[in-house]
């Protein structure tokens, strides 16, 4: 019974007709990394936003990083599917990501435009996969990648309808 513990998770040969499903995982590891940083960030800002705005802002982004959180297991059972390993260590997920801490204390209204600049960051990620995904005939990652680009691009839009003057 212990030996059936020791099993490790490895890499395997996938022959689906997807051409470099190196580069694929590696994109999508990248995504899902911005992923795990905004759900983090987003519940951070979530928590701790004061302000007339409160219940809105509040209600807004548990709605945002609750999506993004299932998003992730999406995004990293991809990967598996493609035959690579998604991140294991946190070190690989803030290594890989572009989205990075505000610092100090922000106030509603800059918590609520980062948001918006890093859902936009994600966005055009999501673009970028998009393409590499169609230069390696993976249709799957492609329409991954363009759903996801949508939500970014919505929660974007609804977190500027809040900032607007």
């Known amino acids: 019974m212990s030996n059936v513990l020791k099993t490790k998770p490895k890499e395997s040969q996938v022959d689906t007709g997807v051409g470099d499903t190196g580069a694929l995982a590696n ?27 409160f219940y809105s802002i509040h209600k807004l982004t548990e709605e945002q990083y609750e999506e993004m959180f299932g998003a992730a297991d999406v995004l990293a059972e991809r990967i598996r599917a493609l035959g690579h390993l998604a991140p ?28 918006v600049r890093d859902h936009e960051k994600v966005a055009s990620r999501m673009h970028g996969l998009v393409d590499l995904a169609g230069e390696n005939r993976d249709a799957v990652t492609d329409d991954l990648a363009t759903s996801r680009a949508a939500f970014h ?13």
Do not use: C
């Not at 691009?153 to 003057?165: D, G, Y």
């Open 153 to 165: 691009e919505q929660a974007a839009w609804m977190l500027r309808a809040i900032a607007a003057e």
């Open 27 to 53: 994109g999508l590891a990248e995504v899902l990394a911005d992923t795990y940083r905004l759900v983090f960030k987003t519940h951070a800002y979530h928590w701790n936003v004061t302000g007339p705005l």
């Open 88 to 115: 294991m260590e946190m070190s690989a997920i803030t290594g890989k990501s572009d989205i990075k801490d505000l610092g100090g204390t922000p106030s509603a209204r800059e918590m609520v435009e980062d948001l």
